[in-house]
């Protein structure tokens, strides 16, 4: 058992001071940073003491608080150092006691580059008071560098998703709602920002709104100020900005069309007119098909804007490009594909058009037509080429003795035999039948093949003369054939035309004829010269009417004047050479060419012919009239202009 000796009263108050000098004391109170860059206030849903991005990086004012041994009077040394994560930093600052009562706190500087880097740091200072150390409480910095991440685009109301911010939706509503998504990162303190335009630059920002409750959606009012006046495509987005200063990219860019004109109304459902006045039962065929099928609109419709309003026409599914509306009316080319689809028929397919008015198509829902569609035909085809590439040329051969393809007088008033290598898929049904310079040839003819679907030889049509006869000369002149299958349908497929060269008799071009001629006398003279605003003085001459293979040709006239009556003897000066180009109508109804004075006046009196010569029928021709030229009076006077 141990045994305590008691303590006089001198030794226990030794002993009490020794207690009462090793108790533990407080520590050095932390530093703080200077009220020129405050750490920002502390949220709830926050790291605490968080340093703006303004100031990250930044060298800092930091203030250490008056510690107690400062007013010691034995001049004690020492000094204060900062340190930045346990690490001796900046510049310290050296003292001797007591210092001066007035001084309450020390400021020292943090230097420029520690506080950049994300992550909680410590911030502290050495207090070295007559060499030694004392304890000091420690600062937690919190820095923060990443910004909040956007979470995709804004959402707008369901009618302004579908249809674009459209003017009978402002005046309706008066703005857009803007709803930005809820994202992760998201907490108090967060400014986020929406824009409105096409471009950063040229955009204009909604409003910004600061996250107060993180659980209440953020939402701005574009207002029908904001939208303006431009129409056509534009963007919204927003940025995040968290209470640091770190700022987001911007979001992803919502698409919207602005349409400020009143919508199309009064539109009807496809017009179609090979199909719409087709004959009952209504059908769209192979000759439909290829010339093509148009689909579109009669009309005007209401709010109808020009250079604006585009048709985007559907057919069986495959949408068309848009094409601008310029008039009324107007149809869109259908390709032969879009209604060869899947199958060449017989089959029902739906058509259908919007309006296309920058990116918004009027009606909501497409309005339709359902039509019949038969491109079904005979022989080897499928597809859209007309002439059939896959039906061979006919060979032409006459009885008199000249080659294949080549038609003269000798073989006039005999058959003549026109063959075509039997095509492929040839069926029970199929009818051949010939055709001439454009004319089918009757069966009476000998144009007409019936097949039974057996047949493997060459086709062979004989055809009677009389046919060659009315189509008279041509080189070339085009023969083919067409296939038809009445029992299918009433679609036809033509052959590519063989050229043939045709010359049964000569060519005769319409006659040409001086007009005016003296009635008396018979005479080309002065009183046979017309006024014409170009030449002067000239003489006219008519050429007939009626000759279609004039049309689209230039005949290249002639006038000659000659020595004498039987036109061999070539009178010096007097050669004019023109050309001259007839209008259609002018084939039709006849037409003047004139000669002009100079010749003229050069043939005196004397003889004279205009002439011209042309292609007809694939040959030069020529028609001429020679008459008495007298350009001189009886004292010798040329005609006077």
């Known amino acids: 058992m141990t045994s305590f000796k008691p303590l006089d009263p001198a030794q226990n108050r030794a002993r ?35 340093l703006h991005s303004s100031l ?35 510049t310290r600052y050296n003292y001797t006691t007591p210092i001066d009562p007035a001084i309450t706190e020390f400021e020292l500087l943090l230097p420029a580059g520690l506080t950049n880097a994300s992550g909680s740091h410590e911030l502290s200072y050495i207090l070295s008071h007559g060499g030694n150390p004392d304890e000091v409480a420690h600062e937690v910095i919190n820095i923060d560098t990443q910004a909040p991440l956007p979470n995709g685009e804004v959402t707008l109301p369901a009618e302004v998703e579908r249809d674009g911010i459209t003017k009978p939706y402002l005046d309706a509503n008066g703005f857009v709602l803007v709803t930005v998504p809820q994202y992760a990162t998201k907490k108090i303190g967060d400014v986020i920002e929406a824009f409105f335009g096409i471009s950063l630059p040229g955009a204009i920002s909604i409003g910004n709104v600061t996250v107060t409750d993180t ?95 585009e048709i985007e026409v559907t057919v069986d599914g495959i949408l068309l490009p848009a094409q601008r509306i310029n008039g009324f009316p107007f149809y869109v080319n259908v390709p032969y594909s879009a209604l060869a689809k899947d199958s060449l028929g017989e089959k029902t397919i739906t058509t259908s058009y919007q309006i296309k008015r920058g990116t918004v198509r009027h009606p909501l829902t497409p309005l339709t037509k359902n039509i019949v569609v038969d491109l079904r035909r005979p022989g080897p085809g499928e597809g859209e080429e007309n002439p059939n590439p896959d039906l061979d040329l006919v060979t032409v051969q006459g009885q008199g003795g000249n080659g294949p393809n080549v038609l003269t007088e000798d073989d006039k008033d005999q058959t003549v035999s026109v063959t075509a290598q039997v095509f492929d898929g040839v069926k ?20 007409v093949i019936e097949l039974d679907g057996t047949e493997t030889d060459d086709l062979e049509w004989t055809v009677e003369w009389e046919v060659v006869d009315e189509g008279g000369n041509g080189n070339p002149l085009p023969v083919s054939y067409k296939l038809t299958n009445p029992d299918l349908n009433e679609n036809e497929e033509f052959s590519l035309p063989q050229d043939v060269d045709v010359y049964i008799r000569p060519g005769v071009a319409p006659e040409v004829r001086f007009q005016h001629m003296d009635p008396d006398l018979t005479l080309l003279n002065c009183q046979s010269l017309r006024a014409d605003a170009v030449l002067g003085k000239c003489a006219e001459a008519l050429v007939a009417g009626g000759e279609p293979e004039l049309k689209g040709k230039t005949l290249a006239c002639t006038y000659q004047g000659y020595s004498d009556s039987a036109g061999t003897t070539v009178k010096p000066g007097t050669k004019y050479e023109f050309n001259y180009s007839p209008s259609d109508q002018e084939v039709d109804d006849g037409f003047i060419i004139k000669v002009r004075y100079q010749e ?42």
């Open 600 to 641: 003229l006046l050069a043939t005196q009196s004397a003889w004279g012919e205009i002439s011209y010569v042309v292609k007809i029928d694939g040959r030069d021709v020529t028609s001429s009239h020679f008459v008495r030229v007298h350009m001189v009076g009886g004292t010798g006077t040329p005609c006077p202009i």
């Open 16 to 50: 009490y001071l020794v207690v009462r000098q090793s108790m533990p004391t407080e520590d050095a109170a932390p530093p703080y940073l200077h009220a020129d860059n405050p750490l920002l206030p502390d949220t709830a849903d926050d790291l605490p003491n968080q």
């Open 428 to 447: 029970d049904g199929d009818v051949a039948t010939l055709i001439w310079k454009g004319v089918e040839v009757t069966a009476a003819q000998g144009g």
């Open 56 to 90: 990250q990086g930044a060298q800092l004012k930091v203030l250490i608080p008056r510690f107690a041994q400062a007013g010691d009077e034995n001049a004690i040394p020492g000094f204060l150092n900062l340190t930045w994560n346990g690490s001796r930093v900046g």
């Open 215 to 309: 659980a209440v959606p953020v939402t701005f009012n574009l207002t029908a100020a904001q939208v303006g006046t431009e129409e056509g495509e534009k963007e919204l987005w927003y940025t995040l900005m968290d209470r640091k200063g770190n700022k987001s990219l911007p979001s992803a860019y919502k698409k919207t069309n602005v349409s400020l004109t009143d919508p199309p109304e009064g539109l009807l459902p496809p017009n179609i007119p090979l199909f719409d006045d087709d004959t009952l039962p209504k059908l769209v065929d192979l000759a439909d098909a290829r010339m093509p099928l148009g689909i579109g609109i009669l009309a005007e419709y209401d709010n109808y804007i020009a250079d604006r309003d």
